[in-house]
């Protein structure tokens, strides 16, 4: 993971953001796994609001999708 990932992913912790977002994804009843450069996935989120297909709380990416296409994450070359 390249030093930029490394750093968010650490000031997200400290300033509380990715926490919450994990907690968002408990009370919505999201499924977590790991995703690319130290993000975190929750598919399946229950609730109706935000509207938006998908919204993220620090590193953590919430949307009511039952699952993602990988090959969209994936950089070619």
Known sequence: MDRRFRFRRAANYLNLATPLGLLISVIG?????????????AV??????????????????????????ERRWRRSG
């Open 44 to 69: 399946g989120y229950r609730y109706r609001f935000p509207i938006a297909g998908a919204f993220t709380v620090g590193n953590v990416v919430l949307t009511k999708r039952d699952e993602l296409d």
């Open 29 to 41: 009843r999201a499924t977590r796994q790991s995703g690319p450069n130290g993000l975190i996935l």
